[in-house]
């Protein structure tokens, strides 16, 4: 959203140079909410903002699209009543460390109490975190029951093959500072930076005993893929392997630690569902077929990178939950690995996919992961490389 001033337009979404806001002094890291402070991106009261941008991540077009055209009151805020979490994530030792988290608000799901002497004051203080419970089922886990990989308890898992899970939705709150300094890079340059999606966190088992070294966790730690995900398409493995990481979740909660499923909005390896589409164009139709050899080249081509997901931000929802050792890591990525690793998270065992569960198109994949360092129980030969396993785009 935008105001007119005498001679150019100026962002709502970021204080104009002359503002003061009612709640300047953020200490971030600081070891309780009070001491902290609210974080205020709400466009009700100008006055009180002490963050650029607005709520809602990526939506925030919506929003403004909403408000111009009427059919949202600019100044609506929103009742918290019986909003509260469904389940305690935190307070933990990680959010007092202001160089830990960086890229969310750890008191996100708690402003309703948090900061609610500030509400009744009239502070527009708004969630970025909301957790709530819900059953998932998918035909991947009857197919487990099935098969007897998973064996229902009556608690997690019914015989029809629901699962019962807490879920949280986590909004990007970011700490400029901070961010500027794990980037190594100037805090100017991120001053303008657009909205991005969040992230989706599924629990499996007792939430509360997250941050407790006695737990053991699972993880898959999962990135956004629509056209498998959702649609089964079969040119990668990131369905199955989804549904593979809640196995290994739904195993540990049997077991009586903590499974956990991160679900993160980055299409396309962060490029975007159509650059995704115009590289599978690309790798079917060039010479020689689709072969591994050729397939983080036949993504360069088109994007001019490999991969722009950049993980460092990634651990940030592990020390929210308390987390600093994951005993059995359901992904194959050298790169996930290496961020958990270095912020201090221990990865004790790394699960790869079941061969079985690899769809025939999605070898080419794979196979380039696993000659690029991904981890694997093996590493495919040059000459396997060479070898055109994906089919044709009219196949």
């Not at 959203?1 to 953020?26: C, E, K, Y």
């Not at 970025?128 to 308890?153: C, F, Q, S, V, Y």
């Not at 199955?240 to 739904?250: D, S, T």
Request: charged share 25%; proline share 7%.
């Amino acid at each position: 959203m935008s105001r007119p001033t005498s001679d150019h337009i100026v962002l709502s979404s970021h204080p104009r140079a002359n503002q003061r806001g009612t709640f300047l002094d953020i200490r971030w890291g600081a070891p309780t909410a009070t001491e902290r402070g609210p974080v205020v991106a709400s466009l009700t009261d100008p006055a009180q903002r002490n963050a650029i941008g607005t709520h809602a991540g990526a939506y925030a077009v919506y929003r403004a699209l909403a408000v111009a055209s009427g059919e949202l009151q600019r100044d609506h805020r929103p009742d918290l009543t019986h909003t509260a979490p469904a389940d305690t994530v935190g307070p933990h030792p990680q959010w007092a460390d202001p160089a830990k988290i960086v890229s969310l608000d750890p008191w996100g799901h708690l402003v309703a109490s948090a900061f609610a002497d500030e509400i009744a004051a009239g502070a527009d203080v708004r969630p970025t975190i909301a957790i709530t419970r819900a059953h998932i089922n998918m035909p991947e886990l009857r197919a487990a029951i099935a098969a007897g990989r998973l064996k229902p308890d009556g608690d997690i898992l019914t015989d029809a093959g629901d699962v019962k899970v807490t879920k949280a939705a986590i909004d990007p709150v970011w700490h400029l500072p901070g961010l500027a300094q794990r980037f190594q890079v100037k805090e100017s340059a991120l001053r303008r930076a657009p909205p991005i999606g969040g992230m989706t966190v599924y629990f499996f088992g007792d939430v509360s005993r997250l941050g407790d070294p006695a737990t053991r966790v699972a993880c898959r730690l999962h990135d956004e893929c629509n056209g498998s995900d959702v649609f089964g398409s079969d040119i990668c493995t990131c369905r199955p392997y989804l549904a593979h990481g809640i196995e290994v979740c739904i195993e540990m909660a049997q077991q009586g630690g903590v499974g956990l499923v991160v679900y993160n909005r980055k299409e396309g390896r962060a490029l975007g569902e159509v650059t995704k589409f115009l590289v599978y164009n690309a790798r079917k139709r060039q010479p020689g077929g689709d072969r591994a050899e050729t397939y983080f080249a036949r993504t360069e081509c088109v994007a001019g990178v490999q991969d722009m997901r950049f993980q460092q931000l990634m651990p940030d929802v592990f020390h929210w939950l308390g987390v600093t050792r994951i005993d059995r890591w359901a992904s194959m990525s050298d790169m996930k690995h290496g961020a958990l690793v270095e912020q201090g998270i221990e990865v004790v065992e790394r699960v790869p996919i079941p061969e079985d569960l690899i769809p025939q198109d999605a070898r080419v994949e794979m196979d380039a992961k696993k000659a690029a360092g991904y981890f694997s129980n093996y590493v495919p030969a040059p000459e396997d490389l060479a070898v055109p396993k994906g089919r044709g785009l009219d196949e």
